[in-house]
C-alpha cells in the first residue's frame, strides 16, 4: 500500500512561521495605506475648511536650535583640533561601553595580511620576574620527609631484649596459664517420669488380650496348571487389523484401480504389500545449475555523509584556529605618541547658588521648642505661687466635740462551724464507701479464682483420660478376589487428517 508523503515538523514549521510573516506584512501594508487615504482625506477637509473659514497662515517648521550647537562651535573655534591621544578616563569609558575591534567577527574570505615594513623586528629575550615576596624573610620551618625520618628513629626507644627463660622451651605450652581441671565424663541415668510413679502407687489389674498371630492359608496347586474355580474363563481376543489412513493423497492418485474411499470401507480385507519392478538402468540422478555467486553491491549509508560533513567541519576549524595563532602571533606596536597632550575646554558655567530648605523636620522642631518653652514658663510660675506663703484665717471655739454613745446591739457569742468538720465527715462517709466496693471486689475475685482452679481440675481430669491409651480392634473383613474388569475394549478409529489448502 502506497504511503502518502509527510512533511518533516521542522520543514513544516518553518512553511508555517513564512506563512505567518507573510500574512502580516500584507496585513500591515494595507494597514498602512489604508492610514495614508483617511490622512489625505483629512488633509483635503481640512484644507477646503481653512480656504473657506480661517484667515491664518500654515504653521510652517523650523530649524531647532540647540545649546550644544553653539557650544561645540565656540569650543571648535577656540581650541585646535583634537591630538590621537586618549586620555585613561575615555578608554575606560569605552572599555565599558563599546566593543573592541578584536571582538569583531570578520567574513571567513578575508585574510590577515601583515602592514609592510623595512623593520626587522628582534627576539623578544625573556627576563625572569622579580617578586617582592622574594625579599621578605620568611624561614621555612617545614622539615623534609629525610629530616623527619631521622627525627623520628632518634626520639624511637632502643630495644632491649629480655633474658631467656629456660622454663618455657621444658614446659609443655602452659606456662604461665591456670591449668583448668579436665570434667567427669557423663554418666547415663535413668528417667523418673511422674506416670511411673502414679503407676507404682496405683496399680491396675487389666487381663491381658490374646495377641492376634497372622497364619497363611496353604497354595491350591490347581490354579498354577489350569483355570481357577470361581473366575470365568476369558474370551479369545480377535487380532487388531491396520487401517490406512485416509490421507488426501490418495484422492490425487488416479493411477490405481480402487479408490481410498473403498480401502477404508472393507475394513475386513487384507492388504497386499506389491513392490515395484526395480529399474534396470542406472537411477535418476537429477543435475543441478551451479549456484550464483554473490555479489555484494555497494551500500551508501548516512553516517558517512555526516561524518564527512563532521571531518570537513573539523578541518575548516582547525584551519580557522591555525590563523588566528598566526595572526596573534605576529607583533602591533601601538602608534607613539608625539603631539601634545590633550586639554579638553572647560566652560565657564555659573555658580551654584545654594537655597535654604524647607524640611517638615524644622518645622516640627520649632514647634515643640515653642512647646517646652511654654510648659516651663508655666512650671515656674505655679513653682512661685506654691512658695509664697498665706496663713489661713483663725476661727474661734465656742463648742467642744463630744463623743456620743454607740446605737449597735450587743454580740451574741455562738458556736464556730469549720468547713474542715464538713469535709472530714464527708472524707469518712467516702472512706465507708470505698471498703465495701474493695470488699465486693475480693469476694468476686476469690469466686473466679475458685471456679478457675475447678475449671483447671476438670480440664486435667479430661487431658488424663484422654491421654489413657485404648487400642483398637483388629478389622476382620473377607479375604481379597482377583475380579475381571467390566471395561469395554478399546476400538481403534481411522484419525481424520484434514490438508488445508493455501488460499486462492
Same mark, same amino acid.
Given at each position: 500500500?502506497?504511503?502518502?508523503?509527510?512533511?518533516?515538523?521542522?520543514?513544516?514549521?518553518?512553511?508555517?512561521?513564512?506563512?505567518?510573516?507573510?500574512?502580516?506584512?500584507?496585513?500591515?501594508?494595507?494597514?498602512?495605506?489604508?492610514?495614508?487615504?483617511?490622512?489625505?482625506?483629512?488633509?483635503?477637509?481640512?484644507?477646503?475648511?481653512?480656504?473657506?473659514?480661517?484667515?491664518?497662515?500654515?504653521?510652517?517648521?523650523?530649524?531647532?536650535?540647540?545649546?550644544?550647537?553653539?557650544?561645540?562651535?565656540?569650543?571648535?573655534?577656540?581650541?585646535?583640533?583634537?591630538?590621537?591621544?586618549?586620555?585613561?578616563?575615555?578608554?575606560?569609558?569605552?572599555?565599558?561601553?563599546?566593543?573592541?575591534?578584536?571582538?569583531?567577527?570578520?567574513?571567513?574570505?578575508?585574510?590577515?595580511?601583515?602592514?609592510?615594513?623595512?623593520?626587522?623586528?628582534?627576539?623578544?629575550?625573556?627576563?625572569?620576574?622579580?617578586?617582592?615576596?622574594?625579599?621578605?624573610?620568611?624561614?621555612?620551618?617545614?622539615?623534609?620527609?629525610?629530616?623527619?625520618?631521622?627525627?623520628?628513629?632518634?626520639?624511637?626507644?632502643?630495644?632491649?631484649?629480655?633474658?631467656?627463660?629456660?622454663?618455657?622451651?621444658?614446659?609443655?605450652?602452659?606456662?604461665?596459664?591456670?591449668?583448668?581441671?579436665?570434667?567427669?565424663?557423663?554418666?547415663?541415668?535413668?528417667?523418673?517420669?511422674?506416670?511411673?510413679?502414679?503407676?507404682?502407687?496405683?496399680?491396675?489389674?487389666?487381663?491381658?488380650?490374646?495377641?492376634?498371630?497372622?497364619?497363611?492359608?496353604?497354595?491350591?496347586?490347581?490354579?498354577?496348571?489350569?483355570?481357577?474355580?470361581? %473366575? !470365568?474363563? =476369558? &474370551?479369545?481376543?480377535? +487380532? #487388531? @487389523? *491396520?487401517?490406512?489412513?485416509? $490421507? /488426501?493423497?490418495?484422492?490425487?492418485?488416479?493411477?490405481?484401480?480402487?479408490?481410498?474411499?473403498?480401502?477404508?470401507?472393507?475394513?475386513?480385507?487384507?492388504?497386499?504389500?506389491?513392490?515395484?519392478?526395480?529399474?534396470?538402468?542406472?537411477?535418476? %540422478? !537429477?543435475? =543441478? &545449475?551451479?549456484?550464483? +555467486? #554473490? @555479489? *555484494?553491491?555497494?551500500?551508501? $549509508? /548516512?553516517?558517512?555523509?555526516?561524518?564527512?560533513?563532521?571531518?570537513?567541519?573539523?578541518?575548516?576549524?582547525?584551519?580557522?584556529?591555525?590563523?588566528?595563532?598566526?595572526?596573534?602571533?605576529?607583533?602591533?606596536?601601538?602608534?607613539?605618541?608625539?603631539?601634545?597632550?590633550?586639554?579638553?575646554?572647560?566652560?565657564?558655567? *555659573?555658580?551654584?547658588?545654594?537655597?535654604?530648605?524647607?524640611?517638615?523636620?524644622?518645622?516640627?522642631?520649632?514647634?515643640?521648642?515653642?512647646?517646652?518653652?511654654?510648659?516651663?514658663?508655666?512650671?515656674?510660675?505655679?513653682?512661685?505661687?506654691?512658695?509664697?506663703?498665706?496663713?489661713?484665717?483663725?476661727?474661734?471655739?465656742?463648742?467642744?466635740?463630744?463623743?456620743?454613745?454607740?446605737?449597735?446591739?450587743?454580740?451574741?457569742?455562738?458556736?464556730?462551724?469549720?468547713?474542715?468538720?464538713?469535709?472530714?465527715?464527708?472524707?469518712?462517709?467516702?472512706?465507708?464507701?470505698?471498703?465495701?466496693?474493695?470488699?465486693?471486689?475480693?469476694?468476686?475475685?476469690?469466686?473466679?479464682?475458685?471456679?478457675?482452679?475447678?475449671?483447671?481440675?476438670?480440664?486435667?481430669?479430661?487431658?488424663?483420660?484422654?491421654?489413657?491409651?485404648?487400642?483398637?480392634?483388629?478389622?476382620?473383613?473377607?479375604?481379597?478376589?482377583?475380579?475381571?474388569?467390566?471395561?469395554?475394549?478399546?476400538?481403534?478409529?481411522?484419525?481424520?487428517?484434514?490438508?488445508?489448502?493455501?488460499?486462492?
Amino acid at each position: 500500500m502506497a504511503s502518502s508523503p509527510v512533511t518533516p515538523t521542522s520543514a513544516y514549521n518553518r512553511i508555517r512561521a513564512r506563512f505567518i510573516e507573510d500574512t502580516e506584512v500584507q496585513m500591515l501594508s494595507s494597514s498602512q495605506h489604508q492610514a495614508q487615504q483617511k490622512r489625505r482625506k483629512v488633509d483635503d477637509s481640512n484644507l477646503c475648511m481653512s480656504n473657506s473659514y480661517t484667515t491664518k497662515s500654515l504653521t510652517e517648521p523650523e530649524e531647532f536650535h540647540f545649546y550644544t550647537d553653539s557650544r561645540s562651535r565656540s569650543d571648535s573655534t577656540a581650541h585646535p583640533p583634537r591630538s590621537p591621544f586618549v586620555s585613561m578616563s575615555e578608554r575606560v569609558r569605552d572599555f565599558q561601553s563599546k566593543t573592541p575591534k578584536r571582538f569583531r567577527t570578520k567574513p571567513r574570505n578575508t585574510r590577515y595580511v601583515a602592514p609592510e615594513t623595512n623593520e626587522q623586528h628582534e627576539l623578544t629575550v625573556p627576563k625572569p620576574v622579580s617578586f617582592h615576596t622574594e625579599a621578605r624573610s620568611r624561614p621555612n620551618t617545614t622539615l623534609t620527609t629525610e629530616e623527619r625520618e631521622l627525627l623520628e628513629m632518634q626520639q624511637m626507644p632502643k630495644f632491649v631484649a629480655q633474658p631467656v627463660n629456660y622454663k618455657v622451651l621444658h614446659s609443655s605450652g602452659d606456662l604461665g596459664l591456670s591449668r583448668m581441671p579436665k570434667p567427669p565424663l557423663t554418666e547415663q541415668a535413668e528417667f523418673h517420669l511422674q506416670t511411673d510413679e502414679r503407676a507404682r502407687r496405683h496399680p491396675r489389674h487389666v487381663e491381658a488380650e490374646a495377641m492376634f498371630q497372622f497364619h497363611a492359608r496353604e497354595l491350591d496347586q490347581s490354579i498354577l496348571h489350569g483355570p481357577v474355580r470361581g %473366575v !470365568p474363563p =476369558l &474370551p479369545d481376543k480377535t +487380532l #487388531t @487389523i *491396520p487401517e490406512s489412513p485416509a $490421507l /488426501a493423497t490418495k484422492s490425487r492418485a488416479k493411477f490405481h484401480g480402487t479408490s481410498s474411499t473403498s480401502s477404508i470401507d472393507s475394513a475386513n480385507e487384507t492388504f497386499v504389500f506389491k513392490a515395484q519392478p526395480a529399474p534396470l538402468s542406472k537411477p535418476f %540422478v !537429477p543435475s =543441478l &545449475p551451479p549456484p550464483a +555467486l #554473490t @555479489i *555484494p553491491a555497494p551500500f551508501h $549509508l /548516512a553516517t558517512e555523509d555526516r561524518g564527512f560533513h563532521a571531518q570537513l567541519k573539523q578541518e575548516e576549524r582547525i584551519l580557522v584556529e591555525e590563523e588566528n595563532m598566526i595572526r596573534s602571533r605576529v607583533f602591533r606596536a601601538q602608534p607613539m605618541l608625539v603631539s601634545a597632550p590633550y586639554e579638553p575646554g572647560i566652560s565657564p558655567a *555659573p555658580p551654584t547658588i545654594p537655597e535654604p530648605f524647607e524640611l517638615h523636620s524644622d518645622a516640627r522642631g520649632r514647634f515643640h521648642e515653642e512647646f517646652m518653652r511654654q510648659k516651663i514658663e508655666t512650671e515656674q510660675a505655679e513653682a512661685h505661687r506654691m512658695a509664697e506663703f498665706k496663713a489661713k484665717p483663725f476661727v474661734p471655739v465656742t463648742e467642744f466635740f463630744e463623743p456620743g454613745k454607740s446605737t449597735k446591739p450587743l454580740t451574741v457569742l455562738s458556736d464556730v462551724v469549720l468547713n474542715s468538720d464538713a469535709r472530714s465527715a464527708r472524707r469518712a462517709e467516702f472512706d465507708q464507701q470505698r471498703l465495701e466496693k474493695e470488699k465486693q471486689v475480693e469476694v468476686i475475685r476469690q469466686q473466679r479464682e475458685a471456679a478457675g482452679k475447678t475449671e483447671e481440675q476438670i480440664a486435667i481430669k479430661e487431658m488424663r483420660r484422654k491421654m489413657v491409651h485404648k487400642a483398637l480392634p483388629v478389622m476382620q473383613s473377607k479375604p481379597f478376589q482377583v475380579s475381571m474388569s467390566q471395561a469395554k475394549l478399546t476400538q481403534p478409529k481411522t484419525p481424520r487428517i484434514v490438508k488445508l489448502l493455501p488460499d486462492p
